[in-house]
């Protein structure tokens, strides 16, 4: 089970730092996804990360290049998405999801995680 936390109210430019962790599953051999959904949109893809079999490599999407960071802590059975510049356009419900499959590169097609949260609501607003 994928559990989401981090989220809350930022002001535009301001930063947020989500956490995904997993009770009973060791993250580390899951690529994993963040993904975000806002109102009357379609799911996106937001970044995502490859198992530590895949090199742990980093993904993400032109939207938020530049202003996001996905990493790990594998001591923590935790990944993060730190999230800075915040824009009113980042507002959405951003969940993450885990990948069984071993890639060298992660994707963000959401038909590729098998595992998901509940999602965390981020709001970006003055």
């Known amino acids: 089970q994928l559990v989401e936390s981090g989220g809350g109210l930022v002001q535009p430019g301001g930063s947020l730092r989500l956490s995904c962790t997993a009770s009973?599953?060791?993250?580390?051999?899951?690529?994993i996804g963040w993904f975000r959904q806002a109102p009357g949109k379609e799911r996106e893809g937001v970044s995502c990360?490859?198992?530590?079999?895949?090199?742990?490599?980093?993904n993400y999407a032109e939207s938020v290049k530049g202003r996001f960071t996905i990493s790990r802590d594998n001591a923590k059975n935790t990944v993060y998405l730190q999230m800075n510049s915040l824009k009113p356009e980042d507002t959405a419900v951003y969940s993450c999801a885990a990948d069984p499959a071993v890639r060298g590169m992660c994707n963000m097609n959401s038909r590729s995680y098998d595992y998901w949260g509940q999602g965390t609501q981020v709001t970006v607003s003055s």
């Open positions: 990360i490859s198992s530590i079999d895949g090199s742990s490599r980093p």
């Open positions: 009973g599953d060791t993250l580390r051999y899951y690529g």
